[in-house]
């Protein structure tokens, strides 16, 4: 089946610093990615759409230059939190379309749960 | 899409089954119906879509009433591994093109 490979699960950072989240397909090309965020005890809130080659279209409240994303390849995403602050600690979680009707619409990353300190 | 209600919480016992409502009456002809579960601090997983049909995989069953303003998702054997949040989204056309976009979800605890 599809396969999607988010890393790192998990990581710890300094505020001020920036984070970078990857996502892999591993055995298909993701022509459109989607990467979401989850706070504690809330569902998932869509940030940004990527399609490979272009540049990716935000959810409103979503600051784009701080969330940068680049989906250079039809397998690799990778969200970057710039300038993260502790509000920003938060799971992060990509999703992959394959384009294609059927039980593997949409597969999902594991997730990164980002903190900030 | 269409806005989906689902309970917030529901609990079944292991070995039963479990049936997870879901309202969407304002749905439109075109749009599917989708059922994701979310396992603590895991990526969503696809369970099950239909549109007017009942359907049945691996995993559980949708029934969706014939009016399409509501559904129900069975699993038909629960177990404890079963104990996540499940959303119900209603989404224009089956493939996976668009965004998905998740509501609050029903947690669904199976205890022994």
């Known amino acids: 089946g599809a396969v999607v490979s988010q890393h790192p699960s998990r990581v710890i950072c300094k505020s001020g610093t920036s984070v970078k989240i990857e996502c892999r397909s591993l055995d298909f090309q993701a022509t459109t990615m989607f990467w979401y965020r989850q706070f504690p005890k809330q569902s998932l809130m869509l940030m940004a759409t990527s399609n490979e080659g272009s540049k990716a279209t935000y959810e409103q409240g979503v600051e784009k230059d701080k969330f940068l994303i680049n989906h250079a390849s039809l397998t690799l995403s990778t969200l970057t939190v710039t300038s993260a602050h502790p509000e920003d600690s938060s799971f992060y979680i990509c999703s992959a379309s394959l384009g294609q009707e059927g039980n593997y619409g949409y597969t999902f990353g594991s997730g990164t749960r980002l903190t900030v300190v | 899409d269409a806005k989906t209600t689902q309970p917030t919480s529901m609990d079944c016992a292991e070995g039963r089954a479990a049936n997870l409502p879901c309202n969407h009456s304002t749905i439109s002809g075109n749009e599917y119906v989708y059922w994701y579960r979310q396992i603590h601090s895991q990526g969503p997983q696809y369970i099950i879509h239909?549109?007017?049909n009942n359907e049945t995989n691996e995993m559980a069953s949708l029934i969706i009433t014939e009016d399409r303003k509501s559904s129900t998702l069975i699993l038909p054997h629960a177990t404890l591994r079963d104990t996540a949040v499940y959303y119900c989204?209603?989404?224009?056309?089956?493939?996976?093109?668009?965004?998905?976009?998740f509501g609050q979800g029903t947690i669904l605890t199976v205890h022994p």
């Open positions: 239909g549109l007017k």
């Open positions: 989204i209603a989404k224009k056309g089956g493939t996976s093109y668009g965004k998905l976009t």
